[in-house]
């Protein structure tokens, strides 16, 4: 109540990690990069996450978990909730809405079978690709 | 706190309706922020940090839009517009971006994957038959049928409920019995927009709106009163009495008329073509003589298609402006 009313909440550039000093074509091209790379991993750090909870989460518990790990969630908490929704609409997630004491009611998000046979498999492209990837970062070829 | 959760789902809505998002996929998107930051408002902390860790209304709106057109082609009806070359795209959605919509069939678990048809069908013909082989035209139908029941019940609850509240404000029952009223207008309106969901294929609210927990009674009725969707769903409910009457009306003239003319041969062949009028107390016969048989089959059948086709235009127009109510 005692916070004044911002009119704009522009987070959108500072998202993590921060760009180094240097020049604008530099700092955009990381958020671009970052935009680009998140895409695919947040999914499966989501599918990861739902898969070893074992119970229904509400988008609000998924937020918090992430933010738990490693350096903390490397996007935006609000892009998790389409992510969740476009899981759910692959069949990977399903979702119930129940009611909640205070508030609007909670959208609580379980994984499918399908979501469990998914998670193995992305599991592994991963690491092949984080290989792949570390590799040639290091010059290594094998 | 409030003012600003409000500015902030202000600002979503528009940063998300200027990029041309369906209305369906705005109240999911604000729906999760409203869910998330009641969550974060009750366990305490700063507005403006939880908007930060959120991410901007720009940056929401932007994840949203770019996750929103999957499964876009299964929503798809099979003659989009009249065109007869939009048939060949190959079910491809349109680039315009207010025509991105929401998996709806996806999220309720409804059949419309086949609404693809049979790629056989081309061009004319299948703008032609391929009402038939679309399941939303049946589902039209189907609703076209209940409107009439729904109808009746919605005015009646809308009429009566007023009237009675109305009548009864100069003593204090007045006020519960409105209370009550608008408590009935806004669960049948959500009943009303999961018929309109399922059966006309269109993405409608799948809650209540909140109100915000903290506020009073008497706040909570002048809320519900000065919310102008209340006052839009009424309207509506009212309105489907004479639209229920039309569909219905419509729907069961229609269909029993085309089938009763295609399946004139067999009323003629076991002899049940007679008809039998008394006009002035005299008493006329009359057959269907036998070379007029082949044309009520089809005319019979033009009629069928031509119903169908009407039933498709209603069910779309319907949807529109259902959803025009419920959102307004």
Known sequence: ?142 | MDKDMEAYLRQLQDAMTSAGADTALVQDALYDAEEHFQVEMAVGGRFADVAQAYGSPEEVAAAYLGTAPVHETAVRPLNSGGAPMQGHSGGRPDATPAQVSYPVGVQTGMIVATAGGPQAARGVLKDIFGVFADPRVWTSLMYMIVSLGLGVLYFTVVVTGLSTAGGMMVLIVGIPLLLLVLGMVRVLALFEGRVVEVLLSTRMPRRLRTVPPSIGFFQRIWFWLKDGRTWLSMLYMVAMLPLGVVYFTVAVTGLSTSLALITAPLWWWFGWADHTFIVNGEVHNWWFPGWSIPFAVIAGCLLLIGFMHLVKWIGRGHALFAKAMRYG
Not at chain 1, 54 to 66: S, V
Not at chain 1, 71 to 92: D, F, H, I, M, N
Not at chain 1, 105 to 133: D, K
């Open chain 1, 1 to 142: 109540m005692t916070e004044p009313s911002t009119a704009e909440f522009d987070g959108g550039t500072q998202s993590v990690p921060d760009p180094p000093p240097g020049s604008e074509t530099v700092a955009q091209s990381l958020r671009k990069f970052n935009k680009e790379l998140s895409s695919g991993i947040v999914s499966l750090a989501l599918l990861a996450l739902m898969a070893h909870a074992g119970r229904p989460l509400y988008g609000y518990q998924i937020a918090k978990e992430l933010e738990g790990f490693g350096e903390g969630l490397p996007v935006k908490q609000g892009t998790l909730y389409p992510v969740l929704r476009s899981l759910e609409a692959g069949g990977l997630l399903t979702s119930e809405v129940e009611p909640s004491v205070s508030g609007p009611p909670r959208r609580y998000y379980s994984v499918t079978e399908e979501g469990r046979q998914a998670i193995g498999l992305w599991r592994e492209s991963w690491i092949r690709t984080r290989e792949f990837v570390d590799s040639v970062l290091e010059g290594n070829r094998g």
